[in-house]
């Protein structure tokens, strides 16, 4: 609370300043969120999330930052609390994984309903029972229905860089977003990172401030009981909000490669596609080792490609039609699993294919799932699989 | 023993407007005005589900003229404090933020984010309106509920206990603690401006409202239920800043606690028994209520 905040210490100009730095994929993450200068941070521990929160107390504790920091009891508050400072009309920010996300759900649907921007950095981590550590995105995936945008990440460079994003995305269309990475792979990996200059990110990103909020002079109130047309109505706005978002991280990206040097492709990046006759389709921290499996591929005479996708929430059709067309054979590989529905990105990509001229043949392989190691070699083998047979509708455990 | 005023005026700002959806006589509708009245216009208030988040109306109404923001039903404290930590940010400190929860919002599923804002000390009014149930549901049970007491879960009687909430929250050595009833409506009044000026810290007050059909009571009969849990010594009225200093309001005037229970509809399945047994453990908790204040009065003078 700020009446027992200590004076804070000037901050050495060269901190604000173009830094290149070896740091964890989670700290990365902490540094991006530190430059957009959320005004309100809500924190609770988790494996492996916490590094990510940890970091931020320190850089508060040093001066770099300057935030009202609530260590919540729960995660469900810490999103509870989260979504009231937004209300209220300042930038915010949380991190959770795993369990607690789950926790979350309920003030997920809230908030998204509330129509806060809210950017939370999530590490994809197994969901118990039983208890395990490993990366799996089905925490954040399974979260897919509640309104909230979600980008996936394969690097700790690539993650503080879609948190800035993120927030010019969220702030623009007034909705929640999710930038999620994998555990270990990338929350624990060191790299080097180049953190942008503040100046550089104050320029990209202008302040948070909404013309409805909670405040004593505008006495709007949130919340209240809504007739059944009202809530019709909502959800409708709601969608069209979502629909724009496609287009606004296309633009926010291409914005961000101009001034930082750094772009992702936006929603999705095709690698090596050229005349492919097969393309790997994935998320998350497995497109790192696909590009190894593409290239070595790629040498050997085969005509391999990779499409990354980065936005799964709204998942961009018409962006990921366009990228396949003409790609006779997409193989997904999983690093999630939906009991009874396989593989969430595999469902996702046949669905977005509907109605498309000729579409290509999708296999849908279960190959990661629990953070089995999934190496390029083992990606060479998935895909000449995929050469070799008939796709099915379901997912397959490989 | 402080006696209330029996005439008094009490300073109302004009917060909490007529055309709200509460019952006739509703008891919680008469803490929320002493409540939002008191706290004034620079408020901003967080209701969960509960009567509280009916009266408050649907949209586009509003029964307040300050800004509401209805949260879930467990989540009232953190809701308040993120209001509160924003405020900060944006030079508005002053504005109070005002929890307005049931019981079951309170003692149940809502302990766990105020037990979490109070030993954070967030600088909110949180304001328990108990009506010993979830009345908005149709009189369940909730750890607010009497022993004995008929309700929905609990056909044949409660067989347990109701928490100790005002001894549960001062235990978190937050600044204010206080009981206070809608049939004591200065006193109520008193001890939200107390709590609204204190400034810092979480104050919190548990007001006891009769819930009339919930309880079984007589549409007219709300403030005189209200007034007889006092006076029988069912819900003293008293204080406890930081912890550790109590200042005892009102207490049992020698009516026995059968006085109380005749006038509901909840405690008519009672035997006689059972009303000796509720007699008896009034008594009990009155002497420790007693007892710790004076003994807590004791330490912290021994420590000075």
Known sequence: MSAVKTERPTVDPELLAERRMLLKGNHAVSYGVMRCRPEVIAMYPITPQTPIVEKIADLQLSGELDAEIMTAESEHSAMSACITASLTGVRVFTATASQGLFLMHEMLHYASGARVPIVMACVNRTLGSPWGFWPDQTDTLAQRDTGWIQIYTESGQESLDTIIMAYKVAEQCLLPAIVAHEAFYVSHALEPVTVPSQENVDAYLPPFNPIHRLDTGLKESWGNVINQEMFYRHRKDMDASMMTVPGLLQAADEEYAARFGRGYGGVLEKYRCEDADIAIVGFGAMCGTAREAVDKMRAAGEKVGLVKIRLYRPFPIGAVQEAVAGIPRLVVMERNYSPGAGGFLHQELKAALYGMADPPLVHGYLAGVGGVNVSDDRMVELTHKALAEQPVPESIWV | ?304
Not at chain 2, 11 to 19: M, R, V, Y
Not at chain 2, 186 to 197: F, G, I, M, P, W
Not at chain 2, 205 to 218: D, E, M, R, S, Y
Not at chain 2, 232 to 243: C, I, K
């Open chain 2, 1 to 304: 023993m402080a006696e209330t005023k029996k005439n008094y005026q009490i300073p109302e700002e004009d917060i909490f407007l007529s055309g709200h959806a509460a019952c006739p006589g509703c008891g919680e509708a008469l803490a929320v005005r002493y409540v939002v009245n008191t706290m004034g216009e620079d408020t901003i208030a967080v209701v969960p589900p509960s009567c509280i988040a009916i009266i408050s109306g649907p949209q586009p109404y509003s029964s307040m003229k300050i800004p509401v923001y209805q949260t879930t039903l467990e989540a009232s404290a953190a809701s308040a404090a993120g209001i509160k930590r924003a405020l900060i940010r944006q030079g508005k400190g002053d504005t109070n933020v005002l929890a307005l929860a049931g019981d079951g919002g309170t003692y149940d599923i809502g302990f766990q984010a105020l037990s979490g804002a109070a030993e954070r000390n967030e600088d909110i009014v949180y304001v328990c309106l108990d009506n010993e149930g979830y009345m908005n549901t149709g009189a369940q049970k909730s750890g607010a509920s009497p022993h004995l007491v008929y309700t929905a879960f609990t056909p044949g009687g409660k067989p347990t206990t109701k928490k100790n909430i005002p001894e549960i929250m001062a235990s978190h050595g937050i600044p204010y603690v206080a009981t206070a009833t809608t049939g004591f409506p200065d006193d109520l009044a008193r001890k939200v401006a107390k709590a609204r000026d204190m400034k810092g810290g979480l104050r919190f007050i548990v007001v006891l409202t009769p819930c009339l059909a919930g309880w079984g009571v007589k549409d007219n009969e709300g403030v005189k239920v209200s007034r007889l849990a006092v006076d029988t010594g069912l819900w003293p009225l008293y204080e406890v800043e930081n912890g550790v200093k109590y200042t005892i309001n009102r207490g049992p005037q020698g009516i026995p606690v059968s006085e109380y229970l005749k006038t509901q509809g909840r405690y008519k399945h009672l035997t006689p028994e059972m009303i000796e047994q509720i007699q008896r453990e009034t008594d009990e908790a009155w002497e420790l209520l007693q007892a710790r204040a004076s003994c807590v009065a004791e330490v912290a003078g021994a420590a000075r």
